[in-house]
Nanobody, 125 residues
Framework: EVQMMESGGGSVQAGGSLRLSCTAS????????MGWFRQAPGKEREVVST????????YYADSVKGRFAVSRDNAKNTLYLQMNSLKPEDTATYYC??????????????????WGQGTQVTVSS
């Protein structure tokens, strides 16, 4: 059973930076897709970024494009989300997810069978 674990959340002021980490235990394949999603109180879970493991092709939501960047350390089996120029509207619980099937990266949560517990990001103005 794959277990996902996020870390790196916290509280920052607007304009600050945070880096989230996501490790998928026991999953060392180079297929499938990893995604970063976030959910603010009272809102639906939304995609932040997706990362196609075989090609490193990356998608960013318009709301974070140019401010967030995804990278992967294969040796550590870890995916990172570098978040810069944070805004109060970025405040949410951030989740990483894994879809090990081959076929592309979904931008909706449904197809991802494996999820982390979430890490809170709070940005104050």
């Amino acid at each position: 059973e794959v277990q996902m674990m996020e870390s790196g959340g916290g509280s920052v002021q607007a304009g600050g930076s945070l880096r989230l980490s996501c490790t998928a235990s026991s999953y060392t394949e180079n297929t499938g897709c990893m995604g970063w999603f976030r959910q603010a109180p009272g809102k639906e879970r939304e995609v932040v970024s997706t990362f196609w493991l075989s090609t490193s092709w990356t998608y960013y939501a318009d709301s974070v494009k140019g401010r967030f960047a995804v990278s992967r350390d294969n040796a550590k089996n870890t995916l990172y989300l570098q978040m810069n120029s944070l805004k109060p509207e970025d405040t949410a619980t951030y989740y990483c997810a894994l879809d090990p099937t081959v076929g592309g990266c979904s931008r909706v949560p449904g197809p991802y069978p494996y999820w982390g517990q979430g890490t809170q990001v709070t940005v104050s103005s």
